[in-house]
């Protein structure tokens, strides 16, 4: 039981390339997250999943997007990176949204 | 829309003093969780507070909601090496499916 995997775990990117960061969870979860995490801002959330094929925005979904074509599977992407992505990436899952969630092990960014 | 504040931002404390986080929300909650993350982690979920004025024990973490489900609070007694990290709360407005954290305490613990 992996729990909630993400890749990749560290990547650097130049100005204006894109990326795609793959969460999987195997706990047969309906909600999932993408929260981004900066030295004093504590975790934003950026999107949201209540559940296959279904997406919200969060606080920060600006320069993201985000796909769940999968019920195990919450994708994010970065169409053109910038600098102020530059950030730890966390992707969380929960069965229901007001129980607890469960964190994977975050994805490093840097843009350079 | 919903803020989550947390203080003090840091703590410095030495090994067996106590330790206390606040935690306050611009709106009523719906219940409030509280999460831990280590240096270089990721955060891991404590434990849930869902009714009004509850207080629930963890060995020497005490957590307390608010009476008018806005506010929480982290109470370490005694603290250790071990509590190292930055503190979460995290809140669940009404209907709303988004849980918002909080901006996070850093704690650390010298000997």
Known sequence: ?????????FRVLKTGQSMTLLCAQDMNHEYMYWYRQDPGMGLRLIHYSVGEGTTAKGEVPDGYNVSRLKKQNFLLGLESAAPSQT???????????HVEAFFGQGTRLTVV | GQQV????????VQEGEDFTTY???????????WYKQRPG????F??????????KKQKRLTFQFGEAKKNSSLHITATQTTDVGTYFCAGKAGTASKLTFGTGTRLQVTL
């Open chain 2, 5 to 12: 504040m947390q203080i003090p931002q840091y703590q410095h």
């Open chain 1, 87 to 97: 950030s730890v990436y966390f992707c969380a899952s929960s069965y229901q949204g």
């Open chain 2, 23 to 33: 935690c306050n929300s611009s709106t009523t909650l719906s219940n409030i969780q």
């Open chain 2, 41 to 44: 982690g990721h955060p891991v």
């Open chain 1, 1 to 9: 039981n992996a729990g909630v995997t993400q890749t990749p775990k």
């Open chain 2, 46 to 55: 404590l434990i849930q507070l869902v009714k009004s004025g509850e207080v």
